[in-house]
């Protein structure tokens, strides 16, 4: 979710926020915009903040595909600072999948952790490769099995260490566990080739 996103929705009438039908524009991403945001300050009066934000807008010719979508956000009526939430239509930046990176993906020992087995084959370990794997289980699991089994790593299932209790502290995700399901984490921020499983 973009930044102006997130500061219309916060500003927006909760109530009266309403969704798009389903409709799409072909949109373009814009990055560090400085956008007025107006915010209430009592019951029927505003002032109008200036942030930093990140959006999509339509537009025709746009490289990416957005949900068009309207919500309720305060505006100036025109008398003073006078103010009422009003309907106003947005643009949906679409949500990026992760992709794994290239690479050659190897199963380590317990305990041994990424580090003994890529140096073990002469081969440098990829902590931004695991945790790119990791991200991509956690936003679309199945593709992440499919990866990793075209890859020869067996993955019968995905889980996530996060929600069930699958993982043993002190690992990386993703991994295998005994039973040879693949487990990820959506709590874990950044890889480490270090870490074994013992």
């Known amino acids: 979710m973009s930044l102006l996103h997130f500061v219309l929705m916060t500003f927006a009438v909760t109530s009266a926020i309403t969704c798009g039908s389903a409709q799409t524009c072909p949109c373009e991403e814009v990055l560090g915009e400085s956008c007025e945001v ?3 300050v009592g019951q029927s009066s505003c002032i109008q903040n200036s942030v930093r934000c990140d959006f999509c807008r339509c537009r025709d010719g746009g490289s990416l595909t957005c949900a ?17 939430p009003r309907p106003v239509s947005f643009a949906e930046c679409p949500t990026p999948t992760p992709t794994p990176v290239a690479g050659r993906w190897i199963v380590a020992e ?18 931004g490769g695991i945790q790119q794997m990791n991200d991509l289980a ?22 996530d260490c996060a929600t069930t209790p699958v ?13 040879g399901a693949c487990y990820y984490n959506t709590e874990q921020t950044s890889a480490s080739c270090s870490s074994g499983i013992a």
Do not use: H, K, M, W
């Open 38 to 40: 107006v915010q209430p």
């Open 68 to 84: 068009e979508g309207t919500q309720f956000q305060y505006q100036f009526t025109g008398v003073g600072d006078r103010c009422e």
């Open 110 to 127: 317990a305990g041994s952790g990424c580090n003994g087995a890529c140096f073990a084959l002469g081969l440098p370990c990829n902590e």
């Open 138 to 159: 956690a936003a679309d699991p199945s593709t992440a099995q499919s990866v990793l089994n075209a890859a020869g790593v067996p993955c019968p299932s995905v889980e």
């Open 167 to 179: 993982c043993v502290s002190g690992g990386t995700s993703p991994g295998i566990l005994d039973g």
